[in-house]
């Protein structure tokens, strides 16, 4: 697949007005992403999504780096011919209605919206019923939809969107997902900027984690999930000598369920973090030839709130001097 | 220029949806209704039944003034430089209030563009920030040219009905109105692309307005300022705009006299291209 979108070394360095202090945004931050995938671009408060979103759509100058869409740099406006995209705190004017905005919008990102157009994709995000109210009487969930709706207009090849799923209840959410699988089937490439995980868990094909203006890590989702697989052990004790020499193998934590070591049971409960099938059977292998019997083995796989909270806690969770 | 276009459409609509518009058109339609009332007074009346008597060339004593000869000539008052009179004081304040109900009601509009919100929708569409700037100024100039006309077009219509006499260079003044306008909004361009503040874009243009009413007494002012304070008050009177001397153009477009100079609207149009062009390149540099 070709990368539709490319960032090469973008660094974002604000000034603050009066105190005349650097604060780094972005730094030195590379990614790419291929044509047909839903990206996910997660990251804390302030890490930079945001100024990584509007460097790419030409809203804000990068300090140095560069990056493009479909081949043309974001500096000139006309690499936006083939984007839409969903802000984050969107604010339509509230005097029209949402036919007059789709139709205002659509024709500043296309030339050009017809009436069909607009009921088509109003329709699309389930609000053609509302086609002619004004936006000022929407609920947060029907100004989302909208929003969508809005980001779809001139039929783009990336789609951005900052929170697609904000205020919007837990139907309207399967829609918004069950919406973006569909536009991916068509072909289109959507970049996901999110703090709810589980969201992008169900519907990105890949990710990448930002913290503190650095790229964290980044990868197929399916792929850094299983990264670092734990299978929780229930076995008779496993000698503390034993222990000390296996690294991959640790007493589970103490949890509500109760699980881990009890002082009045012979079996105990146990984590082993590996790679890989053969390396559970070589640790298992070891166990065995120590005597120890195995009750039960259960295979966990990391959510990605897990992979997220470790990957940014790794990289030190401190958000001082970290821009918007 | 399409997109130029649609922008001025969402200027025009954001002006009519908060009824600016229609406060506008109240606001001039009582200003001329005011007008109607006044030249309905008794003494405006008798002056000009005065004047229709004696006819409009035989008119009322006015002056005495010396020829080239030394011979010593009474003037005299025509309907016609009686009406002109009444017209040039009526464009001139017709000036003020077009130019200051134009700025009230379009002030907040850049500010609102740039307002986090909006710009991310609006500049991350592909076209260039400048024809959204530039339709924005369109979509303004035509609200307050559309103003203008119907506020100076009622004033004329009244004076018409009431004295018979067309002022055919009253057109001259709507544009005049109109240039000055879009002098006044150079500076809540430029503040508003830099600050995104309207207080302070409409503080500074007022602040600008007053000092130009300075201007007007420049003759007798630059005599009074001592030596190097009168270099910066000439310096100044060529470099800001010349508001308060701009009327006495669009007053005499109304009249019949021919305008004196042109250099006031001049150097303010200098002014208003030097604050659009700042506007345009900090519009086009800044982040949004």
Redesign the interface.
């Given at each position: 697949m070709s990368a539709l979108l490319e960032a090469d070394a973008l660094s974002k360095t604000y000034r603050t007005a009066f105190r005349r202090r650097d604060v780094k945004a972005l730094d030195s931050f590379s990614l790419s992403v291929d044509t047909g995938e839903i990206f996910g671009l997660l990251g804390p408060n302030g890490a930079g999504k945001t100024t990584f979103v509007?460097i790419v759509?030409?809203?804000?100058?990068p300090t140095s780096g560069s990056a493009s869409i479909d081949g043309t740099t974001v500096s000139d406006?006309?690499?936006?011919?083939q984007?839409g995209?969903l802000?984050e705190?969107?604010?339509?004017?509230d005097?029209?209605t949402a036919r007059?905005m789709l139709r205002?919008?659509g024709?500043?990102?296309a030339?050009q919206s017809s009436n069909r157009d607009i009921d088509r994709l109003l329709d699309r995000v389930g609000m053609l019923r509302w086609a002619d109210t004004p936006i000022r009487k929407f609920s947060k969930g029907m100004m989302q939809r909208t929003g969508i709706a809005?980001a779809l207009a001139?039929n783009p090849k990336l789609i951005f969107l900052d929170e697609p799923t904000d205020g919007v209840d837990p139907v309207g959410r399967r829609e918004i997902r069950e919406l973006l699988t569909s536009l991916r089937h068509e072909g289109k490439t959507i970049f996901l900027n999110s703090h709810i995980l589980s969201e992008l868990e169900l519907v990105c094909s890949r990710i990448a984690i930002l913290n503190r203006g650095k790229l964290v890590t980044e990868g197929r989702l399916d792929e850094l999930l299983q990264k670092q697989t734990v299978y929780a052990v229930t076995s008779t004790r496993i000698p503390e000598q034993l222990l000390d020499r296996l690294s991959d193998v640790q007493p589970a934590p103490v949890r509500a369920s109760g699980r881990g070591e009890r002082p009045d049971s012979e079996l105990s409960h146990y984590e082993i973090h590996v790679s890989s099938r053969a390396h559970l059977n070589v640790v298992l292998d070891q166990l065995r030839r120590e005597h120890v019997e195995i009750e039960s083995i259960i295979r966990n796989t990391d959510s990605l709130e897990e992979l997220f909270v470790r990957a940014v806690d790794s990289d030190g969770s401190s958000q001082e001097g970290i821009a918007r | 220029m399409?997109?130029a276009f649609?922008?001025m459409?969402?200027t025009f609509?954001?002006l009519w949806?908060?009824w600016v518009t229609v406060g506008l058109f109240v606001a001039s339609s009582l200003v001329w209704i005011l007008l109607s009332f006044t030249l309905n007074l008794d003494i405006v009346e008798g002056s000009l039944t005065g004047v229709r008597i004696l006819g409009q060339d035989a008119g009322v004593p006015r002056e005495r003034v010396e020829t080239a000869s030394g011979e010593a000539v009474q003037q005299f008052v025509t309907l016609n430089m009686f009406v002109s009179q009444i017209q040039s004081f009526v464009a001139g304040v017709a000036y003020w209030a077009a130019a200051f109900l134009g700025l009230f009601a379009a002030a907040p509009l850049l500010p609102g563009m740039l307002?986090?919100?909006?710009?991310?929708?609006?500049?991350?569409?592909?076209?260039?920030?400048l024809a959204l700037l530039g339709g924005h100024l369109l979509g303004v100039f035509l609200v307050v040219l559309t103003l203008a006309t119907y506020l100076y077009g009622m004033i004329w219509l009244v004076m018409i009905l009431k004295t018979d006499l067309v002022a055919g260079r009253m057109y001259g003044s709507i544009l005049v109105v109109v240039v000055m306008f879009m002098a006044m909004y150079s500076v809540v361009a430029l503040l508003s692309v830099t600050t995104e503040s309207s207080a302070l874009s409409l503080i500074v243009t007022y602040g600008l307005i007053i000092a130009s009413v300075s201007f007007l007494f420049r003759d007798t002012l630059e005599l009074q300022i001592n030596r190097p304070w009168r270099g910066v008050y000439v310096g100044l009177y060529h470099v800001l705009p010349n508001f308060a001397e701009t009327t006495k153009i669009a007053a005499g477009f109304a009249g019949e006299d021919p305008i004196g100079s042109w250099y006031p609207l001049i150097s303010t149009c200098l002014f208003a291209l030097v604050m659009y062009v700042a506007a345009a390149w900090r519009l086009s540099?800044r982040?949004?």
């Amino acid at each position: 697949m070709s990368a539709l979108l490319e960032a090469d070394a973008l660094s974002k360095t604000y000034r603050t007005a009066f105190r005349r202090r650097d604060v780094k945004a972005l730094d030195s931050f590379s990614l790419s992403v291929d044509t047909g995938e839903i990206f996910g671009l997660l990251g804390p408060n302030g890490a930079g999504k945001t100024t990584f979103v509007k460097i790419v759509l030409g809203l804000v100058k990068p300090t140095s780096g560069s990056a493009s869409i479909d081949g043309t740099t974001v500096s000139d406006w006309r690499s936006r011919r083939q984007v839409g995209y969903l802000p984050e705190n969107h604010r339509f004017p509230d005097y029209l209605t949402a036919r007059q905005m789709l139709r205002h919008y659509g024709r500043l990102s296309a030339g050009q919206s017809s009436n069909r157009d607009i009921d088509r994709l109003l329709d699309r995000v389930g609000m053609l019923r509302w086609a002619d109210t004004p936006i000022r009487k929407f609920s947060k969930g029907m100004m989302q939809r909208t929003g969508i709706a809005h980001a779809l207009a001139n039929n783009p090849k990336l789609i951005f969107l900052d929170e697609p799923t904000d205020g919007v209840d837990p139907v309207g959410r399967r829609e918004i997902r069950e919406l973006l699988t569909s536009l991916r089937h068509e072909g289109k490439t959507i970049f996901l900027n999110s703090h709810i995980l589980s969201e992008l868990e169900l519907v990105c094909s890949r990710i990448a984690i930002l913290n503190r203006g650095k790229l964290v890590t980044e990868g197929r989702l399916d792929e850094l999930l299983q990264k670092q697989t734990v299978y929780a052990v229930t076995s008779t004790r496993i000698p503390e000598q034993l222990l000390d020499r296996l690294s991959d193998v640790q007493p589970a934590p103490v949890r509500a369920s109760g699980r881990g070591e009890r002082p009045d049971s012979e079996l105990s409960h146990y984590e082993i973090h590996v790679s890989s099938r053969a390396h559970l059977n070589v640790v298992l292998d070891q166990l065995r030839r120590e005597h120890v019997e195995i009750e039960s083995i259960i295979r966990n796989t990391d959510s990605l709130e897990e992979l997220f909270v470790r990957a940014v806690d790794s990289d030190g969770s401190s958000q001082e001097g970290i821009a918007r | 220029m399409s997109a130029a276009f649609e922008m001025m459409k969402l200027t025009f609509l954001e002006l009519w949806s908060r009824w600016v518009t229609v406060g506008l058109f109240v606001a001039s339609s009582l200003v001329w209704i005011l007008l109607s009332f006044t030249l309905n007074l008794d003494i405006v009346e008798g002056s000009l039944t005065g004047v229709r008597i004696l006819g409009q060339d035989a008119g009322v004593p006015r002056e005495r003034v010396e020829t080239a000869s030394g011979e010593a000539v009474q003037q005299f008052v025509t309907l016609n430089m009686f009406v002109s009179q009444i017209q040039s004081f009526v464009a001139g304040v017709a000036y003020w209030a077009a130019a200051f109900l134009g700025l009230f009601a379009a002030a907040p509009l850049l500010p609102g563009m740039l307002s986090r919100g909006q710009s991310d929708l609006l500049f991350s569409k592909p076209v260039p920030r400048l024809a959204l700037l530039g339709g924005h100024l369109l979509g303004v100039f035509l609200v307050v040219l559309t103003l203008a006309t119907y506020l100076y077009g009622m004033i004329w219509l009244v004076m018409i009905l009431k004295t018979d006499l067309v002022a055919g260079r009253m057109y001259g003044s709507i544009l005049v109105v109109v240039v000055m306008f879009m002098a006044m909004y150079s500076v809540v361009a430029l503040l508003s692309v830099t600050t995104e503040s309207s207080a302070l874009s409409l503080i500074v243009t007022y602040g600008l307005i007053i000092a130009s009413v300075s201007f007007l007494f420049r003759d007798t002012l630059e005599l009074q300022i001592n030596r190097p304070w009168r270099g910066v008050y000439v310096g100044l009177y060529h470099v800001l705009p010349n508001f308060a001397e701009t009327t006495k153009i669009a007053a005499g477009f109304a009249g019949e006299d021919p305008i004196g100079s042109w250099y006031p609207l001049i150097s303010t149009c200098l002014f208003a291209l030097v604050m659009y062009v700042a506007a345009a390149w900090r519009l086009s540099v800044r982040d949004l």
